[in-house]
């Protein structure tokens, strides 16, 4: 098993940037960099589609030490709606087609950005969490939507 | 950052016998990820929808 850490977040946030990615950190640990006080077990990131952002992506993946074998990134680039990864250094999900947010540059347009790290508004991670609607959803959205009305409260502050 | 640091922790993952069994896993849609979710992973992990 491979454990996520905040360090892995930054080599994402690093990887990713050096290569163009064009991405949002989404679920909880979308959530946690915006400070909503969880733990999570691997990185969730809604990417865009497209070739270009496709290529730009399997090679950050590469870059971060990920072990993809040119089918998988073929995969990849053929534009699936979701890809788990479990052959790097912790595990990550792409995420191209979430539940409850319709297109990219909707969320796009609605980003955050702390401390360098783009992450989806809550209110996309809550959308895609509602419409998900899994066991573990239902028991974090309670306090997610507490956490996304002190969130928003704070910066109008 | 220290609260974040502090969120990201290592722990041992439940059903990791079961989650880690595949290094690679991709689906052409989110439906069929959730069928797999729904039929591949034991209730108590959560990730069955209500």
Known sequence: MAAFEYRQAEEIRDAFARRGVRYRFIGKSGAILLGFPDTTQDADVFVERGPENGAALVAAIRELGFDLTDAQAAEILRGKDFVQLKNGPFDLDLVFAPDGIERFSEAWARRSEVEGFPVCHPDDIIASKAATNRVKDRESLPRLRAFRDYWAQRRRN | ?50
């Open chain 2, 1 to 50: 950052m220290d609260q974040i640091a502090a969120a990201e922790v290592d722990q041992l993952q439940p059903g990791a016998d079961m989650l880690d069994d595949e290094p690679f896993r991709a689906f052409d849609k989110m439906a069929d990820y959730r069928a797999w979710c729904q039929s591949a992973l034991p209730s108590w992990l959560g990730y069955g929808r209500v």
